[in-house]
């Protein structure tokens, strides 16, 4: 694969990720286009190393590690989304704006 290839599917995955996370209201699924962009930063930063080092594992590396931190971030969130959605039964946005402090 080139490049421009990976720097496709990273714009194409950005896009994608940014239009769900404008346009819905839902949290669970305002994680989601935030997590898609997420990927999208990743992929394309795996694209930069693997063309400027192709021969070391440092990038491979860093890419596993923020994939699980990404997991586990996600992992968070949804524990928080389901315990807010348990106590107050919201899932919208708007009306989990009060946890502002």
């Known amino acids: 694969m080139t490049l421009e290839t990976f720097l ?40 930069f190393w693997f063309w400027v080092s192709p021969g070391l594992p440092d990038g491979q590396v860093l890419v596993l590690v923020a994939i699980t931190v990404m997991a586990l971030e996600m992992a968070m969130g949804f524990a928080v989304v389901t315990a ?13 704006g009060d946890l502002k402090g």
């Open 8 to 47: 496709l599917l990273a714009a194409a995955l950005f896009c994608v990720g940014l239009f769900g996370a404008l346009s819905q209201q839902s949290v669970v699924m305002l994680m989601m286009g935030l997590e898609l962009m997420i990927n999208g930063v990743v992929v394309a930063a795996a694209g």
């Open 84 to 96: 807010l959605f348990r106590a107050r039964d919201v899932d919208m946005t708007d009306d989990a």
